[in-house]
């Protein structure tokens, strides 16, 4: 009913900048969530940022002050801008899309993002 594309992950340094997007298809409305998550490896999947359909945004502690969450409604595209980068933000980025109106709940396949020290 959903489906999500990302995009934009790679390979960079400490203190650079990636952007990545996602675009969403199907049964998509202004009311639904969408966000960010990350995975690295041996450990549990965390929430990095989610925006609402009225531009209300939350991150996660770690991320604040470096990442943007936005959204292009009229594209139904979610975008992370990531700045300052770390090591430890090393992860395979998953967008996501909460519907509350089918109630539903999609993920993306994933995108690594890698940053060297």
């Known amino acids: 009913q959903v489906q999500v594309v990302e995009s934009g992950g790679g390979f960079v340094q400490a203190g650079g900048s990636l952007r990545l997007s996602c675009a969403a298809s199907?049964?998509?409305?202004?009311?639904?969530?969408m966000g960010w998550y990350r995975q690295a490896p041996g450990k549990q999947r965390e929430l990095v940022a989610n925006?609402?359909?009225?531009?209300?945004?939350n991150y996660v502690d770690s991320v604040k002050g470096r990442f943007t969450i936005s959204r292009d409604n009229g594209k139904n595209t979610v975008y992370l801008q990531m700045n300052s980068l770390k090591p430890e933000d090393t992860a395979v980025y998953y967008c996501?899309?909460?519907?509350?109106?089918?109630?539903?709940?999609?993920w993306g396949q994933g995108t690594q993002v890698t940053v060297s020290s």
């Open positions: 996501n899309v909460r519907s509350y109106v089918i109630n539903t709940n999609t």
């Open positions: 925006i609402n359909s009225g531009g209300s945004a």
């Open positions: 199907g049964r998509i409305f202004s009311s639904d969530t």
